[in-house]
């Protein structure tokens, strides 16, 4: 199974910038990637699916690339409710899935 | 909307059984897949196991056989029973919905399970 690593741990950006999130697989997972935001107090809600399609309701200011062992999640205009926890998890090939341990993000 | 709400003692001792419900609301159990995860600021995100809706479950290895998905149908709730527990299983327990058992569209808030005596 893969091992997933994201960077920075934690991000620091003013409402309007953009923000640029990293995972790396430790071996490559295709497309098979999804990303997630968490909020304190709040389930994890997906945000991307297989690397780069947003799931339903998303805004079009969170976009995901990548393929292979390198992924982005790129945030455009910042707003303050977009300061959470955003963590990707590979679904390659078989289970168990396998998660980052996350980029916090705050938005200030 | 689909919501999920994750029940269960908030304390375990060691060497028992941890025993969580998952009540599902907004929908059907039917025709999805339902997996347990769990977060500790040890470990991180843990895969636990899932369970389809015909009943088929796939579990995470690394748990050594201690973990039992089930599902409850007419009362729509999946349930999690993790044996002998020690510290380590000490984490906030998520259940979630996925179409295809893979990524989870639906997560519930999480329960936190500790394991001390």
């Known amino acids: 199974e893969a091992v997933m690593t994201q960077s920075p741990a934690t991000l620091s950006v003013s409402p309007g910038e953009s923000a640029t999130l990293s995972c790396r697989a430790s071996?490559?997972?295709?497309?098979?990637l999804a990303w997630y935001q968490h909020k304190p107090g709040q389930p994890p809600r997906l945000l991307i699916y297989?690397?780069?399609t947003r799931a339903t309701g998303i805004p079009a200011r969170f976009s995901g690339s990548g393929s292979g062992t390198e992924f982005t999640l790129t945030i455009s205009n910042l707003q303050s409710e977009d300061s959470a926890v955003y963590f990707c998890?590979?679904?390659?090939?078989?289970?168990?899935?396998?998660f980052g341990q996350g980029t916090k993000v705050e938005v200030k | 909307q689909v919501q999920l709400q994750e029940s269960g003692p908030g304390l375990v001792k060691p060497s028992e059984t941890l025993s969580l419900t998952c009540s599902v609301s907004?929908?059907?159990?039917?025709?999805?897949?339902w997996t347990w995860i769990r977060q500790s600021p040890e470990k991180g995100l843990t895969w636990i196991g899932f369970?389809?809706?015909?009943?088929?479950?796939i579990y995470n290895p690394s748990l050594n056989g201690r973990v039992t998905i089930s599902l409850d149908t007419s009362k729509n709730q999946i349930s999690l029973r993790l044996t002998s527990v020690t510290a380590a299983d000490t984490a906030v327990y998520y259940c979630?919905?996925?179409?295809?058992?893979?990524?989870?569209?639906?997560w519930g808030q999480g329960t936190l399970v500790t394991v001390s005596s």
């Open positions: 907004g929908g059907s159990i039917s025709s999805y897949y």
């Open positions: 297989g690397a780069s």
């Open positions: 979630a919905r996925g179409f295809y058992g893979d990524y989870q569209d639906a």
């Open positions: 071996q490559s997972v295709t497309s098979n």
């Open positions: 369970i389809y809706s015909t009943g088929s479950t």
């Open positions: 998890q590979q679904y390659n090939n078989r289970p168990p899935w396998t």
